[in-house]
């Protein structure tokens, strides 16, 4: 009987959806809802584990017997945060796959989004090219904390100096 049921799985995981949202239409809105609100940076920047949320999710929402392609609302949603990464020779790419998107030129559905992207991280990580480079924000945040400590540096040598004198 275990055997029976364990691949029943998904098909337990929509009937206990099914009974919380009372009918498919509002099961998918809300895995929508959450893949609108969640970021790259939710993620902790890993692009990885991103793309599995999205998989995971894309996953859900057509095991309801929609077609992907129906969900394509959520490519620019999906490209915005991809672009969001710190990896220069990713985000390089992904916003040429936005641009293509953009002008027509690329047709794609949410599931083979996350695939092409899926395949150009594993490509970069066995070129050992996926680098991360750090965030600007943080950069800049690093020089005003640098000029602070030098200017506290000055300001201290001057004090020290001129207690020296006075003695």
């Given at each position: ?14 009937t206990m959806?099914s ?9 998918v809105?809300?895995v ?12 902790k920047?890993?692009?990885a584990?991103?793309?599995?949320f ?6 859900i929402?057509?095991?309801t017997?929609?077609?992907?392609s129906l969900h394509?609302?959520?490519?620019p ?5 991809l672009?969001n990464?710190?990896i220069p020779?990713f ?7 936005q ?11 949410p ?5 092409m992207?899926?395949e ?7 070129c ?5 480079t750090?965030?600007?924000s943080?950069?800049a ?11 506290h ?9 001129s ?5």
């Amino acid at each position: 009987m275990y055997l029976q049921y364990s691949t029943d799985g998904p098909l337990f995981f929509i009937t206990m959806c099914s009974h919380t949202h009372r009918n498919r239409l509002a099961f998918v809105e809300s895995v929508k809802h959450k893949i609108h609100v969640s970021t790259l940076n939710e993620h902790k920047n890993d692009v990885a584990a991103y793309l599995q949320f999205l998989q995971d999710n894309l996953h859900i929402m057509t095991s309801t017997g929609d077609e992907d392609s129906l969900h394509n609302d959520l490519i620019p949603h999906i490209f915005m945060q991809l672009c969001n990464t710190t990896i220069p020779l990713f985000q390089k790419k992904v916003l040429n796959w936005q641009r293509k998107y953009m002008e027509n030129s690329l047709k794609v559905s949410p599931t083979q989004l996350m695939t092409m992207a899926d395949e150009e991280c594993q490509i970069l990580c066995h070129c050992n090219q996926w680098v991360e480079t750090l965030d600007p924000s943080v950069v800049a945040m690093q020089a005003m904390v640098q000029d602070t400590v030098a200017g506290h540096n000055n300001l201290s040598d001057l004090l020290q100096m001129s207690v020296g004198t006075r003695c």
